[in-house]
């Protein structure tokens, strides 16, 4: 083992790739960030951010029970003081994991103050020292979002909220989340819809509160113009917690949503796993939706457990999982503003600051496995090849007809009275399908 340097994690030295021999806990045994997956290093293609709401703010308390986090280095306040030396933590931790990128929202680095230009001006000093430490580093920043959701001025809302007052605070306080997002030379910024959703339709006017989102989303693109943010937008669905029904419930939702309202070419979608759970959908789905309208843009990696029916946040660690993530980001041709964020948090008993290391290695791990077994996959060639021959009724004769918009009802009718009838003639195989993508993991 390397020797450990440095203040916060004293103990942990800089992880290496050792390979999948290695039964070192703390050593990736398939991120590897030089190897060449398809043309592209897997540091390029995973490109990988650490969450500060959950690596360096979360304390681990659930809905029963206060944090359990040990933290040596919290003085348990939430200081200007406290805040600078999260940073020095947080890029600490960044360095030794050597993940390429982290994600934050405002009130996660700097603390609110007295008013909005006393938090403004918390947040730029904050802002000075992760500057520094992103060029100290060269960890870049992949997104960054404004928290709508935790003060009590937002119980009804931000952009939906029932009060004119509240929307306009929001609108400043995401004027600035984009403004230090620029500053710091972010890839992107997310608008996860935190409170904008209902409890009870019997207060509200869904359709003006739809109405305010769709106007608050046009104005953050004009600002965004404004200063020239050349980042991308991301809306995140998620359907439910904390309101019983969110604006942004799926893949499927938002895309409508931005269509309706003409945001869709300013935005992009932000998938995350453990929502698609909660939707009653897998992330398979979310991200083959995503990505036949064109927006998929980044991912947030997690996953759910299924038999807990909330937003448990767990670290990805399931192969199958991660191959079919993979498997439709290969199909796309990669990332490019977008990555791979772990907005996972390790489970309230994992309480020591190491449990974080072994958490974000276990992830890359397991999405460096899923890289390589889906372009192996894609190498074999099978599954692909399946795909095609059972649509190719629709490359020639009367599929090739139809796909090009030259045959009428009329033409079809008769077609088929000629022909008479058809018989189902070629098997969907699942199982075999399932053998085959087993052949691989
Ligand atoms: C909450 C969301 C949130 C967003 C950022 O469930 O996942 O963490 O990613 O606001
Ligand atoms: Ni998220
Ligand atoms: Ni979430």
Redesign the pocket.
Known sequence: MKKATKAFFPDIPKIQYEGPNSRNPLAFKHYNPDEVVEGKTMKEHLRFSV?Y?HTIRGQLADMFGVGTALRPWEDGTNSMKMAETRVRVAFEFLEKLGAPFYAF?DRDVAPEGRNLRETNRNLDAIVKILKQEQQRTGVKLLWG?A?LFAHPRYVHGAATSCNADVFAYAAAQVKKAIEVTHELKGEGY?F?G?REGYSTLWNTDLKREMEHLARFLHLAVDHKKAIGFKGQFYI?P?PK?PTKHQYDSDAAACLNFLREYDLLKDFKL?L?T??ATLAGHTMQHEMEVAIAAGALGSI?ANTGDLLLGW?T?QFPTNIYLTTEIMLSILHMGGFTTGGTNF?AKVRRESFEPVDLFYAHIGGMDAFARGLKIAAAIRKDGRLAEFIRQRYASWDTGIGAKIESGKASFKDLEAYMLKRGDITPNTSGRQELLENIINEFI
């Open positions: 969450t709401w929202h979002t928290c997310v996860w935190g995140e998620k917690e932000n995350e453990n929502h947030d937003d946040d907005d």
